[in-house]
């Protein structure tokens, strides 16, 4: 069961570039999302999906594009990369209709924007 | 809006002492979800403890337990007998229970961490 999967683990952009992290779950959740962590900062939502077809902003979404066309798939494009976009990225899943409330993460994507 | 503070930016325990990690936060809901997740260096998010606002007993797992203060909004992480491969950022958060469907209660809010070092 690989649970939440990443790609890719490292990037280097420089300004100006586009590029998708691909986020993947194989456990059916409903809830979807990408957080950003940045030092001191803990880790803040970027964007949100409760299903497929149903997208939503979270605390810092500027410059960030999402979209979730099937269950498994909530890929985050950033369209023109800053370097204020550095950071390890964190996408995380779970089953929205269940009682646990525990959010299963993948294992981060560090972005560095020159 | 619902907020979870951290005070502690760094603590330090000695292998084999006990230490313990502060967590409060705000919120007007009355069911909800804390938890505290641990990230070592491989960055890895790992969920530690979990507790439901609706039960009154405090979770605990083998060397990790909380203390869940409902009426203070505290909920702090005991860690019994460290161990070297404690040392990581902890990571409190919080989750509304009230899942509206195609609503934003299922976000997870994260406190800004503590960073946690253990010393031979």
């Known amino acids: 069961n690989a649970g939440v999967t990443q790609t890719p683990k490292f990037q280097v952009l420089k300004t100006g570039q586009s590029m998708t992290l691909q986020c993947a779950q194989d456990?059916?959740?409903?809830?979807m999302s990408w957080y950003r962590q940045d030092p001191g900062m803990g880790l803040r939502l970027i964007h949100y999906s409760v299903g497929a077809g149903i997208t939503d902003q979270g605390e810092v979404p500027n410059g960030y594009n999402v979209s979730r066309s099937t269950t498994e798939d909530f890929p985050l494009r950033l369209l023109s990369a800053a370097p204020s976009q550095t950071s390890v990225y964190f996408c995380?899943?779970?089953?929205?209709?269940?009682?646990?409330?525990?959010?299963?993460f993948g294992e981060g994507s560090r972005l560095t924007v020159l | 809006a619902q907020t979870v503070t951290q005070s502690q930016p760094e603590m330090s325990v000695q292998e084999a002492e006990t230490v313990t990690l502060s967590c409060t936060y705000d919120?007007?809901?009355?069911?909800?979800?804390l938890f505290w997740y641990k990230q070592p260096p491989s960055r890895q998010m790992i969920l530690v403890i979990r507790?439901?606002?609706?039960?009154?007993q405090n979770a605990t797992e083998n060397r990790f337990s909380v203390n869940f203060q409902k009426a203070a909004k505290s909920f702090s992480l005991k860690i019994s007998d460290s161990q070297l491969g404690d040392a990581a950022m902890y990571f409190c958060?919080?989750?509304?229970?009230?899942?509206?469907?195609?609503?934003?209660?299922?976000?997870?809010?994260f406190g800004k961490g503590t960073k946690l070092s253990v010393k031979p």
């Open positions: 456990m059916n959740h409903e809830y």
């Open positions: 995380a899943s779970s089953w929205d209709r269940g009682r646990t409330g525990e959010l299963f």
């Open positions: 919120t007007s809901e009355s069911d909800y979800y």
């Open positions: 958060a919080y989750r509304s229970g009230l899942l509206n469907y195609g609503g934003s209660q299922g976000n997870l809010i």
């Open positions: 507790q439901e606002a609706y039960k009154q």
